[in-house]
């Protein structure tokens, strides 16, 4: 059997759950976190999060929606996201967060990046995965170049923040380049 790259890992993923309410509805209510998304904060309803965790929970051949878990606790502590999966070409973007600060910065993010890759190129066969960021987001580019994207060009102004226009930057890997 051959050894996976992500063996030894803090983390694993996992599909998502009707049982992740509590957790996705505090996460999506949270305008801190939203300031370093590209998505804009908006208060979401219970009713409109158990529509939205439905439809992400159910079986769709363009996105992959999964839990980031620790495996000690089993705690889930953030999602990450394969959308808009073109099987023609081969492509994938990918969206992650850590829900709560305490677990930013401590290597979760990476390791969910790095599985998730995994699991795009060795599983799903796909050829490149790309992805978007807020260009201030240092935390975030560093995090994607170490495993292994690249910047493939720069949208000016392309996002409102918190009054102002940001530029976005726009970040791929192909399954070669890994």
């Not at 939203?34 to 009713?47: A, I, K, M």
């Not at 409109?48 to 079986?59: N, V």
């Not at 979760?108 to 799903?124: C, I, P």
């Not at 918190?162 to 970040?171: P, R, T």
């Amino acid at each position: 059997m051959k050894k996976s790259r992500t063996d030894g890992f803090q983390t694993y993923l996992r599909a998502l759950e009707a049982s992740d309410l509590e957790r996705v509805f505090r996460w999506h209510n949270d305008p801190d976190l939203y300031r370093r998304l590209r998505g804009t904060f908006r208060w979401v309803s219970r009713s409109t999060e158990e529509e939205w965790l439905r439809r992400r929970c159910a079986y769709s051949p363009e996105d992959v929606n999964l839990a980031i878990c620790l495996k000690e606790s089993h705690e889930h502590i953030g999602n990450i996201y394969l959308r808009e999966i073109d099987w023609v070409s081969r492509t994938a973007k990918l969206e992650v967060f850590i829900g709560n600060a305490e677990n930013r910065g401590r290597g979760f993010g990476e390791e969910a990046v790095r599985q998730v890759l995994e699991y795009a190129f060795d599983t799903l066969g796909l050829r490149r995965v790309y992805l978007t960021v807020l260009a201030f987001n240092e935390a975030a580019t560093t995090l994607y170049k170490k495993c292994g994207f690249r910047e493939e060009g720069r949208l000016r102004q392309h996002v409102f923040k918190q009054g102002k226009y940001e530029d976005l930057l726009v970040m791929g890997v192909l399954r070669d380049e890994l």
